[in-house]
């Protein structure tokens, strides 16, 4: 079947440190990869995507590559800010309308 | 941009009520879903539609439907609330049916009580 797990938090971070969220899926056939961010209330938005082997996806400083062998989608960022606090979701989409989602990741940043 | 409506931010009804969450997008999208979103779970899909009067059972389909009479609406409708039904509800939009790389477009949301 088609699963998607990522790190669980919250995670904690001061500003400018370095930021990595674990995420690893099971998927039949080749999905593309995203990662959604979700600032408090608001909705989810694309933070980027990667749809082949090998891809890296980055948007806002945010990069992630689409791993194969490991099947993996790690999020990481070389030096978060205070704005960056918000939860952040895995996901695979494997169809038009297959799309699996991690339970998501709460990020703090402190000043 | 696409823009992605909902009709409440927020919303208080009672048990036994019937309740109609209502979304409205811009962008000419084929496909609209609806999730709930509930802490430790992620997101859960309830319905989705391809299509005008189309529809599609998720994961989590029971105690909910949906109507889609025009392409930019897609409604999700509770037919008898519980309290079980107490969430954070997102609707999205995607681009074309056939494409499995479109993302997903999500209002801000509305947050469900129901007492």
């Known amino acids: 079947g088609n699963s998607v797990t990522q790190m669980e938090g919250p995670v904690t971070l001061s500003e400018e440190a370095f930021l990595t969220i674990n995420c690893t899926y099971t998927a039949t056939g080749y999905p593309s990869l995203f990662w959604y961010v979700q600032y408090p209330g608001e909705g989810l938005q694309l933070l980027l995507k990667a749809t082949k082997a090998d891809d890296k996806g980055s948007n806002k400083g945010f990069e992630a590559t689409y791993r194969k062998e490991t099947t993996s989608f790690h999020l990481e960022k070389g030096s978060v800010q205070v704005s960056d606090s918000a939860v952040y979701f895995c996901?695979?989409?494997?169809?038009?309308?297959?799309?699996?989602f991690g339970t998501g990741t709460r990020l703090t940043v402190i000043p | 941009d696409v823009k992605v409506t909902q009709s409440s931010r927020y919303l208080v009804k009672r048990t036994g009520e019937k309740v109609f969450l209502e979304c409205v997008q811009d962008?000419?999208?084929?496909?609209m879903f609806w999730y709930r979103q509930d802490p430790g779970l992620g997101l859960r899909l309830i319905y989705f539609s391809y299509d005008v009067k189309m529809k599609e059972k998720g994961d989590i389909p029971e105690g909910y439907s949906v109507s889609r009479e025009k392409k930019e609406r897609f409604s999700l409708i509770l037919e008898s609330a519980s309290t079980n039904q107490t969430s954070m509800y997102l609707c999205a939009t995607s681009r074309t049916a056939s494409s499995y790389n479109s993302p997903l477009h999500f209002g801000n949301g509305t947050r469900l009580t129901v007492t």
């Open positions: 996901a695979i989409q494997t169809g038009a309308n297959n799309l699996f």
């Open positions: 962008m000419d999208h084929e496909n």
